[in-house]
């Protein structure tokens, strides 16, 4: 069959989506940016599509972008977009008519080069570069006038569980980001300006569109084929409204129930046994380049007769800067006021909040007891949503620990935010030097909170994660979590494999009610046993796996060498790896697995020129949606001007150009036609590329 019989349907159902926008967008004026100080530039429309597949303990998704050029000139747009901060990116295709090119995995610098060449050539190209674990740019040149480029990212991830939940979290939108000004002052030692604490705070900024004043844009339609690997109980979603097909009692099939949605808020999945259902073991390998890749989630049981629990010191720090504002500082609020409603009598406790400044209710720790707790409950409900977000010092305060050396008592940081900061680094750099005996417990609060700061925080604070995305969730995530803070933690775990094996985490940390032990390894072979030892409540505790006993699992390996990059990154902040000999192993890791890294991008170039010699190249940075719940005068201040005019700056962190004019998501839009469209196009793009590459 010829090529563009197979690629014409993918490409027509993305005009299917796009289509509509153009005309919605013609009556209510075009959506221009200026870039970098010139004149106004037509934005590419952009559509997504995901289509994820659930396999067990592992997912696997494909994200298909459509970048529609409306305009008269040959456009270069870049696009700044959110994945899950474990997803392992392993491939990209670019289709451009009925020409698919097959993306190569380079060491960052050189895919640059090899994609700025092709754009000087006037040649198609993309670039995808990791940005942080979970911030992503995708960067497409030589867009024709009236044409549509697809770029399809595929990425594997696993399965998250806690007690019975098991859940998928799909991130839509990446959030305006709080960048730390640079220090005014020198170093003394060498009399240099001292280090940007976000040195690349332009890769991490786009313009992002005021709802007050345009309508959404970048819809999302999205599928979710979930095989369970189990009798499937509830399936359903806080975030969207879904709708769900049942071809069998192990099988669900995921729809968005309106169709195409605006790209403004994280996308949540949970799903439970059936009653009665008791899930297997939690054991899968699959065979990979000569090697088995195995991955084992065990759940510990609850001890029958835990030890007495110790009065604990609860420090509460909640985020008031301008992003909580809108319903996420409620939401934080409500939250705070659980936790000091669960405290009790032999507890201490205090309250941290921050902006741009910081203030504590108390001047040192205080007794959980009804005036303390009224005096601080009276605190939390004058907070409004304010200024910048420096969480640095806040952070330290929290974990500065006056007596280092008590054991009679369990120290605890519950941190309320929804982390959109850009000065990660410095934040987990803090977490790993102060942490001590203190565990420190990351809330997430909003529609989209920053996964990578959360999760990569709790582990290093030996602690957990709770993502809280509307008022209606607070009650039943903060009892979940403050169960987890009161109940004794399975302590002095350890896994040993009879076979050679390099698992990780090579160190396992304490596990709370309900969390499980996740460990992924490779090996020559899966056979022999993995011991799983630890103490709870007090006592031993001590399991053995039959690693021949293993289910075959998909994406295994990759799952395993995200996690040894995770680690490897977690080993450079803490200063247990040289810089030099993580980055060494980062490469070739990455290289390895063909896996987008801090080090290493996705590039595809054609090979043949299509721009014509000395046509213009227009370059734009594609406008996000503040993300749901936002409040973007909280956030950009309240003096912008209303009429088209150069970005608004977020308090002390710029940002890059904002949009004018506006654009509207057409109403009528539903994913019926767009899906089986799109299903077919993919199909054929499967077939086409299977066993070929086009030259570059």
């Known amino acids: 069959m010829p090529r563009n019989l197979l690629v014409a349907p993918l490409v027509a159902a993305a005009l299917a989506l796009l289509g509509g926008m153009q005309a919605r967008a013609e009556e209510a004026g075009t959506l221009l940016l200026r870039h970098g100080g010139g004149a106004p530039v037509a934005a590419p429309r952009l559509a997504a599509d995901a289509a994820i597949t659930v396999s067990g303990p592992t997912a696997r998704a494909t994200i298909t972008q459509a970048f529609r050029n409306t305009t008269s000139d040959w456009v270069e747009g870049t696009y700044l977009f959110p994945l899950p901060e474990d997803a392992a990116v392993d491939a990209m295709r670019l289709v451009v008519g009925d020409r698919v090119i097959v993306a190569d995995i380079r060491e960052r610098e050189a895919a640059r080069r090899d994609y700025e060449a092709a754009r000087a050539e006037g040649k198609a190209a993309a670039l995808v570069e990791q940005q942080r674990p979970n911030l992503f740019t995708n960067a497409v040149a030589n867009i024709g006038p009236g044409e549509t480029v697809l770029v399809q990212i595929q990425y ?116 439970t046994p059936a009653p009665g259902t008791s899930p297997g073991l939690g054991l899968f390998r699959e065979r990979v380049a000569g090697a088995d890749a195995v991955l084992a989630v065990v759940t510990p049981p609850v001890a029958a007769a835990q030890a007495a629990s110790l009065p604990r010191d609860v420090i509460f720090v909640i985020d008031n800067s301008g992003s909580m504002g809108g319903t996420s500082i409620r939401q934080a609020k409500a939250s705070l006021l659980v936790g000091l409603d669960r405290l009790r009598p032999g507890d201490r406790f205090n309250v941290i909040r921050f902006d741009d400044t910081m203030e504590t209710v108390f001047s040192d720790l205080v007794a959980a007891d009804e005036p303390h707790l009224a005096q601080a409950k009276s605190f939390v409900g004058g907070l409004e949503a304010r200024g910048g977000t420096e969480m640095l010092a806040p952070l330290k305060a929290a974990l500065r620990d006056a007596d280092p050396e008590e054991t009679g008592r369990v120290r605890q940081v519950v941190f309320l935010t929804d982390g959109a900061i850009g000065d990660e680094g410095r934040i987990f750099s803090a977490i790993a030097e102060a942490r001590g005996r203190t565990r420190l417990f990351m809330v997430g609060i909003g529609s989209a909170p920053n996964g990578h700061l959360m999760r990569h925080a709790a582990e290093l604070g ?188 977020l308090r002390k962190a710029a940002l890059a150009p904002t949009a004018t004019g506006s654009l509207a998501l057409p109403q009528t839009a539903t994913d019926s036609t767009l899906r089986l469209m799109l299903g077919a196009g993919l199909l054929g793009l499967a077939l086409l590329v299977r066993g070929r590459r086009v030259a570059r």
């Open 462 to 649: 030996r602690g957990t994660v709770t993502l809280i995305g509307s008022v209606d969730q607070v009650a039943d995530r903060m009892r979940e979590l403050l169960a987890k803070l009161e109940s004794p933690v399975v302590t002095d775990l350890a896994a040993t494999f009879s076979e050679p094996a390099e698992a990780t985490p090579t160190a396992l940390p304490d596990l709370y009610r309900g969390e499980p032990v996740t460990i992924a390894a490779r090996m020559p072979e899966a056979r022999g046993t993995l011991t799983l030892t630890g103490r709870i409540g007090g006592r031993p505790w001590r399991t053995v796996l039959d690693l021949s006993q293993a289910e075959d699992g998909a994406g295994i390996g990759k799952v395993w060498a995200r996690a040894r990059i995770g680690e490897a990154e977690t080993a450079r902040i803490t200063g247990r790896m040289t810089p030099e000999a993580a980055d060494a192993a980062i490469l070739r890791l990455a290289l390895d697995h063909g896996l987008t890294t801090r080090l290493t991008s996705l590039v595809a170039t054609d090979a043949t020129p299509r721009r014509p010699a000395g046509a213009r190249l227009a370059r734009t940075d594609l406008p996000l949606n503040l993300p749901a719940g936002w409040d973007f005068e909280a956030v950009f201040g309240t003096d912008q001007p209303r009429a088209p005019a150069p970005a608004p700056i």
């Open 156 to 271: 594997q991830q696993g399965v998250r569980r806690s007690g019975d939940t098991y859940s998928l979290r799909l991130p839509t939108v990446a959030a305006p980001r709080y960048n730390p000004a640079p220090p005014a002052v020198q170093e003394a030692a060498t009399g240099r300006p001292a280090p940007d604490p976000v040195p690349d705070r332009d890769a991490i900024t786009a313009p992002v569109l005021d709802p007050a004043r345009h309508a959404p844009v970048n819809p999302l339609t999205l599928s979710i084929d979930l095989k369970a690997g189990f009798s499937l109980g509830r399936v359903e979603s806080a975030t969207h409204a879904i709708t769900i097909d049942a071809p069998s009692e192990r099988e669900r099939r995921i729809a968005l129930r309106d169709g195409a949605t605006a790209a403004d808020r994280d996308f949540e999945l949970t799903w």
